[in-house]
């Protein structure tokens, strides 16, 4: 197949979204030769050329585009991509490791033909990739609910400050509480001691990291025989 035999994307695109049904909608994208058919996402696709979407209730979104530069056999066919959905801004979301398929069709099928390809070879891979792709993005919410909570509960110490929630590879809570304290080696003067406290939560559960400083003494004995008393303290049985 030459070049000057390539399919026209521009108009074999939105005759395949027909064929998808009413729900699926054609966009251009920002390149040449590509489309999105979308039905309503959640969220737009990442990188250029995403759209916006709002015909449905499915989620899903693939990508039509023909390889201008393809030698050999795969000149001229078309390739479909489905499209990875952007992660919520709620959550920090690691999803590179789940696929949501891809397929590449003879440019010379009719659009009935391909949209049943994409049907049988795609749509599969799509949705199983979606599915994983929202139980990762629950599962992350329900972490950071956790860590939340954790937090709140520990702002509710006196003199605390509010919970700031910072986010750059998960969730991190960050609190910090002045404690008031009389300096031996400073007469009755008060003082402050002060804990930092970061709550995060990841696969392995909910942790808590606290930085203490301008302990007293006395006060760094009382920590450190509270984490030995602990540690000393029997499993409890199941």
């Given amino acids: 197949m030459s070049s000057t035999t390539m399919p026209d994307i521009r108009t074999l695109a939105p005759a395949v979204a027909a064929e998808l049904g009413p729900d699926w909608t054609c966009t251009p994208d920002e390149e040449p030769y590509r489309f999105w058919i979308t039905t309503a996402q959640e969220g737009r696709g990442r990188g250029r050329g995403s759209a916006y979407v709002s015909s449905s209730r499915e989620g899903r979104g693939i990508r039509l585009f023909v390889d201008p530069y393809a030698s050999g056999r795969d000149i001229g066919r078309v390739h479909v991509h489905g499209r990875r959905p952007e992660a919520p801004g709620d959550v920090a979301l690691d999803d590179a490791d789940i696929r949501f398929g891809r397929i590449t069709v003879a440019g010379t099928k009719p659009p009935r033909q391909i949209a049943a390809e994409i049907r ?67 007469g009755t003067e008060p003082e402050a001691a002060r804990a930092v406290v970061d709550v995060t939560s990841d696969a392995d559960g909910t942790h808590v990291r606290i930085e203490l400083s301008q302990l007293s003494g006395a006060q760094a004995q009382q920590v450190l025989r509270a984490l030995e008393a602990d540690a000393a303290e029997p499993e409890p049985s199941n």
């Fill in 120 to 186: 049988r070879r795609l749509l599969p891979q799509l949705d199983t990739g979606m599915a994983r792709w929202r139980e990762r993005v629950e599962a992350e919410r329900a972490k950071d609910g956790q860590a939340r909570a954790l937090a709140l509960q520990l702002a509710s110490v006196t003199g605390t400050t509010p919970t700031q929630h910072a986010r750059a590879s998960g969730p991190v809570w960050h609190l910090m509480c002045p404690i008031p304290f009389r300096s031996p080696e400073r």
